[in-house]
């Protein structure tokens, strides 16, 4: 089965500055998909950025980007330039074969300003 | 694009009653919707998954007559809790999936508050 770890239950940053959450997973797929969601204090789920196993090239929206080691099994998220809104919870997910998402635990980010 | 839209946001209910929650696409057609439960402070739970015109797959340990899933057409699912006791008092988000398969993106609505007195 698949599993998603998120180790950093908290982190925080501050203002403009740059911060790094991690997240490894364990599957035995070929082909899959990972993702960061957040999750501010409304607690609706936005969706940070989405990476294909396929692709080798690391996804990048914006401030956001990941470091996707295929073969470590880990998918970082990076914030760049971090802002107030930035701060929220951050969860890391798998989505395989089945359709279904496995979500980590969630990084709760604190920017301080 | 890609909107999901839940409703109701808040809902307080007896003990005894039950309660329907919706989930809507807006934008897409949702072939597969999923029904998720949040503690506080917690991951999300899946608790099953419907596609459009058939039945729903629960988790395992989700009791599927306490909590029935309809998803009657491609842009809304409901969830019922039947009989709803304290103990069902929880944060529950649905998602909603288009038509590109396991890969695709899968979009949250903005949740409900159960809350069972």
């Known amino acids: 089965a698949q599993t998603v770890t998120q180790s950093q239950p908290e982190m925080s940053v501050q203002e403009a500055e740059t911060v790094t959450l991690s997240c490894t997973y364990d599957t035995s797929e070929s082909d899959y998909y990972l993702f960061w969601y957040k999750q501010p204090p409304s607690r609706q789920m936005i969706l940070v950025i989405r990476?294909?196993?396929?692709?080798?090239q690391n996804a990048t929206e914006n401030r956001f980007s990941v470091n996707f080691q295929k073969a470590a099994k880990s998918f970082s998220l990076k914030i760049s330039d971090s802002q107030l809104g930035d701060a929220a919870m951050y969860f890391c997910a798998y989505g395989g074969n089945t359709g279904k998402l496995i979500f980590g635990q969630g990084t709760t980010l604190q920017v301080k300003p | 694009g890609a909107v999901v839209s839940q409703h109701p946001s808040w809902v307080i209910c007896k003990s005894g009653t039950s309660v329907k929650i919706e989930c809507r696409s807006l934008d897409f057609q949702a072939t597969t919707m999923f029904w998720y439960r949040q503690f506080p402070k917690q991951s999300l739970m899946l608790m099953a998954t419907?596609?459009?015109?058939?039945?729903?797959?629960?988790e395992q340990g989700v009791e599927k007559d306490k909590f029935l899933i309809n998803h009657a057409s491609l842009t809304l699912s409901t969830l019922t809790v039947t009989s709803a006791h304290p103990e069902d008092s929880s944060f529950y988000i649905c998602?909603?999936?288009?038509?590109?398969?396991?890969?695709?993106?899968?979009?949250f609505g903005p949740g409900t508050r159960l809350l069972v007195l």
């Open positions: 998602s909603a999936r288009g038509e590109g398969g396991p890969g695709e993106t899968q979009y």
């Open positions: 419907s596609n459009e015109g058939s039945k729903a797959t629960y």
């Open positions: 990476q294909e196993a396929y692709k080798q």
